[in-house]
């Protein structure tokens, strides 16, 4: 097909936020760097949230300061609040990416916030990335469905999504946080932020708790996005959502996407290489099916 993918990866963010293991900074560090070699353009590499709620990412200022740059991988630091997006800009993030709730049971827990609350707080920290010249996405979490309060409306993210377009960021993803979605959901609420938002480019976010993870990426490509978040080996959870599993595992993801010719950049033999090593370092095994089976046809 021809068709680019853009893989963002949130394996050192994401994936390390709610593992059991406890990497170090120099591990985190050559996770980050394997990524790179893999052709990861595009990561979350840390979050500047408060270290008592998410102790995983405390050492986040320390990893961006000692991030080896290059011209072409970009770091994402999320955030929840002014304080995060002053730390995350004073760490030299290349992009920030600020969170947004759709569910005020799941809001109240990860951030102290209502939906619109969340809303509010994106209009007043965004003029700060914009003087700083960074560029702003925005991340609706349980966009799919809330853990305390179920099914969320999808007038909710489609509000908020306008409201994000008017806050000038220049991506949004809809993030899946607890594994709720089906293809048909996927489907229609990208159709509805499109209507409520159509300025802004659209980026899907997964976890495959229930087993729809990979059913839920095709629908989002069939739908005409062009970026999707996945992590290495499928880690990741959140502290905030009883019972959510990982994400996405990126190899699973792209040798999917390129099996059905699509491009996304990435080596898939060295992505199941890191995947196997993720293993070793953090004790445990992980969830993706190719870091088991490999690929096929073998590489």
Not at 85 to 109: C, H
Not at 131 to 145: H, M, N, Q, Y
Not at 188 to 197: D, G, K, L, P, T
Request: hydrophobic residues 45%.
């Amino acid at each position: 097909m021809g068709r680019k993918i853009h893989i963002v990866e949130v394996g050192p963010r994401d994936g390390l936020q709610n593992d059991p293991a406890n990497l170090s900074v120099d591990q985190k560090l050559e996770f980050i760097a394997r990524l790179e070699a893999a052709g990861v353009a595009r990561m979350e590499s840390g979050s500047f949230v408060s270290p008592r709620a998410v102790p995983k990412m405390a050492d986040s200022p320390a990893v961006f300061a000692a991030l080896k740059r290059n011209s072409r991988t970009k770091h994402i630091a999320l955030a929840l609040n002014e304080t995060g997006v002053r730390r995350a800009i004073e760490a030299k993030a290349d992009e920030i990416n600020f969170v947004l709730v759709a569910g005020e049971g799941f809001g109240r827990r990860n951030q102290g916030m209502s939906p619109q609350e969340s809303a509010d707080m994106l209009a007043k920290c965004a003029p700060l990335v914009h003087e700083a010249g960074l560029p702003l996405s925005a991340t609706i979490s349980v966009a799919f469905g809330d853990p305390y309060y179920g099914d969320v409306d999808i007038g909710v993210v489609g509000n908020l999504a306008a409201q994000a377009q008017r806050a000038g960021i220049a991506e949004l993803a809809l993030g899946d946080t607890i594994g709720a979605a089906t293809p048909w959901d996927v489907r229609q609420r990208i159709e509805r932020v499109r209507m409520e938002a159509p300025d802004v480019s659209l980026r899907l976010h997964f976890h495959d708790t229930r087993g729809a993870g990979l059913g839920n990426v095709f629908a989002a490509v069939e739908a005409g996005v062009d970026v999707i978040d996945a992590s290495c080996g499928g880690i990741g959870g959140c502290p905030f959502a009883p019972g959510a599993t990982g994400n996405v595992a990126t190899e699973d993801v792209i040798w999917m996407l390129h099996r059905a010719g699509f491009e996304t950049g990435i080596d898939l033999e060295r992505m199941i290489e890191t995947a196997r090593w993720l293993e070793g370092v953090l004790g445990h095994g992980v969830s993706s099916a190719l870091s088991r089976a490999g690929a096929f046809p073998r590489l």
